[in-house]
């Protein structure tokens, strides 16, 4: 099936610090979407991109939508604590069935933050 | 708080032994999907229904079944259970389908099998 490669897998910043992470696909998705995990929940969508070459931002995170349609990035600036958690890309591929929706997922990039 | 309601939030179970979890979606929203989420292996997509009807499966199990009822409400059962079905399962709604209908998350049940 399809898979997306998430990287990187983990990451030790110091506050403060900005991040990036990034996701590719051999696959051509319609939309990219970012959620966070935080311990004992479920994901929350940060950002949703819908065309390509799409840039967008959502307070100190930016994300945008590979021109090839194939891949991801998810910049965070000026890191703070409460930024600690899994972050998830998922895209949606192009379905022949009317209604259906698959989301496929990273494997998550864990983001640790040092004070 | 996402708005998508999953009950129990933690099922202790023994092999063998079958269970139902339920996911209410948010309120307007029509589709519901269900994913399984384990230790190494990410989110793995299981199964979505829009307004009643089965719409795309994934990897599910034949041994696992859901149905979406006309509340719109859904249950995803897990029947003969073995330890490796120990995980975490998340519903998801969105109001319709497609590209620009993103997915909300609830708070997942945790599934143990001992």
């Known amino acids: 099936g399809q898979q997306l490669n998430q990287s990187p897998q983990s990451m030790f910043i110091q506050e403060g610090e900005d991040v990036s992470m990034n996701c590719t696909s051999s696959?051509?998705?319609?939309?990219w979407l970012w959620y966070k995990q935080d311990p004992g929940e479920g994901p929350v969508l940060l950002i949703a991109?819908?065309?390509?070459?799409e840039l967008t931002s959502n307070g100190r995170l930016t994300a945008q939508f590979g021109i090839t349609r194939k891949d991801s990035f998810l910049n965070i600036s000026a890191s703070i604590p409460s930024d600690v958690g899994i972050y998830f890309c998922a895209g949606q591929p192009n379905s022949l069935i009317q209604g259906a929706q698959k989301l496929v997922f990273g494997q998550g990039t864990r983001l640790t933050i040092n004070p | 708080d996402s708005g998508v309601t999953q009950t129990p939030k933690h099922l202790i179970t023994a092999t063998g032994q079958r269970v139902t979890l339920r996911c209410s979606p948010r309120?307007?929203?029509?589709?519901v999907y269900w994913y399984q989420q384990s230790l190494d292996q990410g989110l793995q997509f299981l199964i979505q229904y829009y307004n009643g009807e089965e719409r795309a499966k994934g990897n599910i199990l034949e041994r696992f079944s859901a149905q979406q009822f006309p509340d719109l409400h859904s249950e995803l059962n897990l029947s003969s259970l073995e330890l490796g079905d120990s995980a975490l399962y998340f519903c998801?709604?969105?109001?319709?389908?497609?590209?620009?209908?993103?997915?909300?998350f609830g708070n997942g049940t945790r599934l143990t099998v001992t």
């Open positions: 696959s051509i998705f319609n939309t």
């Open positions: 991109l819908y065309k390509a070459g």
């Open positions: 309120s307007g929203d029509l589709s």
């Open positions: 998801a709604s969105s109001v319709t389908w497609g590209s620009n209908s993103p997915l909300h």
